[in-house]
């Protein structure tokens, strides 16, 4: 995967694609191999856009924050605080930052996604809902790039949103945890 050092963090630059995989109508329930959804259960989407998992799956069925779960030996995947930090890092304020359940950080997720100036290429992959349908992918209408944390809140797990139409970064926590997102590891 390449990489990008962002103030004192290494992200990788790709979302994370990895696992066999399984049709969007069925959960990722197997402990024994990682499962990953590829949009419209086409494996193409992998290639392009990284593999798509339930919180469940992502955190690998643990319940630390901050723990390995599917990435690489030597990653992980990043807590809320993380994204935080990168946030502000690119130029967000704290109390933009720390805002809940809403876009804020205009500007940033210009930055963030593919062309942006902090080479974090991140493209709209959309997600697979609770449901087993898909939603927003790039070329879609709307278009939004989801990325699932280590961060619970509960039966929820906090998330990041881009949207190809907004300058923002979402910062949400109130998704079940069932959703099927993508994955941005980040250097241990």
């Known amino acids: 995967y390449p990489t990008i050092e962002l103030g004192n963090q290494c992200w990788m630059a790709k979302n994370l694609n990895v696992g066999e995989m399984i049709e969007g109508q069925l959960n990722q329930s197997d ?5 990953k959804y590829c949009y ?20 690998n069925y643990s319940t630390d924050e901050g723990t390995q779960g599917i990435c690489p030996e030597g990653w ?3 807590t809320d605080s993380e994204w935080l930090e990168l946030e502000m890092f690119l130029g967000a304020s704290e109390n933009e930052a720390n805002m809940l359940n809403t876009f804020r950080a205009y500007g940033i997720g210009t930055k963030l ?6 080479n974090m290429e991140i493209m709209m992959g959309g997600g697979r809902n609770s449901g087993g349908g898909w939603q927003f992918l790039e070329g879609n209408s709307i278009e939004f790039g989801y990325f699932y944390t ?3 809140n509960g039966a929820y797990a906090y998330r990041r949103c881009l949207r190809r ?7 949400y926590n109130n998704w079940q945890k069932t959703f099927g997102l993508s994955i941005r590891c980040v250097k241990d």
């Open 40 to 59: 419209a259960n086409d494996p193409l989407n992998c290639d392009t856009y990284g593999g798509l998992y339930q919180w469940d799956q992502a955190i």
């Open 113 to 118: 996604k593919e062309g942006g100036e902090s």
């Open 31 to 35: 402990p024994d191999i990682i499962e």
């Open 150 to 152: 280590s961060t619970e």
């Open 76 to 78: 992980h995947v990043p």
């Open 165 to 171: 139409d907004n300058t923002g970064v979402g910062r």
